[in-house]
């Protein structure tokens, strides 16, 4: 396999995050699933924003919170995803590029609003999310450009890509232009409820070989095998014969492949404020560590460091240089 | 003096923080005085934005802060300033009104943008702010309500005011109304560098008894009597004949009046994040408990423990109800 000029290239949906401190109680006036991520169409996004107190607002996008966690650590990374061309989009081009992500993907000159997502956080740190996709319609397979996908170790792929519909086929593009160009795909399932939209589809880019290393938490993975059984769920993952990677919270995480299982705790902290981006940075951290060549284990060790980090304060993208933070633990030389 | 239907209203400018942790050497690359604020045009704000890394959007603003914080403590508040009606300006609008401050300034249609401060926050958990004034310059006497002002127990007033050419009229025009009905005025000195641009003006305000309550940080309070020495300054603020505050950052903080000093400790925090903020937030704790009716120590005691909430995360805005804060830590019954 030829050097890659980019380690990581990441597709995903491009979104500004908008977070609040809020009750549980507001969640049930508002018919809102704790934990979860809803789309909302512009009219209920106003309608929620208003529902919502002081906000904070970060650059968001699971894989591009992903793709910056992973330039945070030292990786040399790209970022296709669709903005248009407001406030919000510029804030989310200035914020990716700041940390040196390469990211051309043109904005949008019309049509809707850079997406946005409303992000509902209760006393327990725990998020639920409710996102506006506008601009990201409009992703598609011509945003993809094959050059720099065979110039990437690895391409990331969000589950989320399913619910814009043009953007799947960006996603197959990318995955078959990588993989003849002999490089790794790598594929979040994103949410519990976007693996219940999209189910048979994940499982058919497993199947298919369409994806080599798949992302999943633990309701997520229950999801996918519609089971509410732990073990049983991991077995039948195990035998896809992908690298599978399943996080726990606070359970730590596990790293299967058809032939062995590694177990690695979680990263302790001292306070939990926000969830908000934790599986995002775990990605993150494990995929750069992959492009180090570090081993399983301590792929999902810098995994469980970076989302620590990120859980500790308000918002999905990391405060600290993730790199300086790996070596401060000892986990990089 | 008859009742108020508002404890507190302030009149300040009304800002949005866009903030980024960064290193020393940026700010010395870029010219910056670390720890104060200055005023830049919108060419050098979009230069300073390119330099700043992944940012935190947050509504700001020193007297929007402080009356937010007041809010947060249970107080009825108000609140007059000038934003665009853009994207910035809806979300200062909409974080203001969330908490229940009463904000009704009509927003600019067209002219400059909604006013930006650009805060570059070091490890050592300084801010260094760089603020485009925009529609803040548009502020002037009509947008001060006669009704609000005489409804308001304490008129909080910042000395940033000063910069846009306009506004100076209208906190004149809200102090004469305040204390022609009776009520309070407050002032706050903001920055010693604003200081330094209108120290004439700001003794005046004192030595007319324009203002009943001036709060002021160390270095506002040397740069106002132009000496070095702390002790010096104290005895010169005393001898004005306000109610005077002072605040020493981790020293804590002393009121002052010609007939007694109190001196009240830094409420203590675990991990210093960013300062932005911490001024405001004290001002907000000193004046709601002052509408309660408190004791000038347990005023700065309140002061202290929304400052040490606000240091302790990204951003000027409190993440928590403060009043209750205040509560657990048997400052309000």
Known sequence: ??????????????????????????????????????????????????????????????????????????????????????????????????????????????????????????????????????????????????????????????????????????????????????????????DSFCVDRYRAEFLKLMRDKKVDIVFANQHELRSLYETADFDTAVTAFRNEGVLGVVTRSELGSIVVTRDETKSVPAFPIEKLVDTTGAGDLFAAGFLAGLTMGKDLADCARLGALAAAEVIQHVGARPQVNLGNLARQNGLLP
Chains 1, 2 share one sequence.
């Open 1 to 190: 396999m030829a050097n890659a000029k980019f380690d990581i290239t990441g597709i995903g949906n491009a979104i500004v995050d908008t977070l609040a401190q809020t009750d549980d109680d507001v969640l049930a006036r508002e018919g809102l699933n704790k934990g979860g991520m809803m789309l909302v169409d512009e009219a209920r996004a106003n309608a929620l924003y208003n529902a919502m107190g002081q906000t904070t607002v970060i650059s968001g996008g699971s894989g591009a919170n992903t793709i910056v966690g992973a330039a945070s650590f030292g990786a040399k990374t790209a970022f296709i995803g669709k903005v248009k061309d407001d406030a919000a989009g510029q804030e989310f081009t200035h914020d990716i590029r700041a940390i040196g992500v390469h990211f051309t993907t043109p904005p949008a000159k019309d049509g809707a609003a850079t997406a946005r997502c409303l992000v509902f956080v209760t006393p327990d740190g725990e998020r639920t999310m409710n996102t506006f996709l506008g601009a990201c319609q409009a992703l598609n397979a011509n945003d993809v450009d094959p050059a720099l996908i065979r110039d990437s170790a690895i391409t990331y792929l969000e589950g989320y890509l399913w619910d814009p519909p043009a953007a799947k086929e960006a996603f197959i593009k990318a995955a078959d232009i990588a993989h003849a160009a002999g490089r790794q795909v790598a594929l979040t399932l994103s």
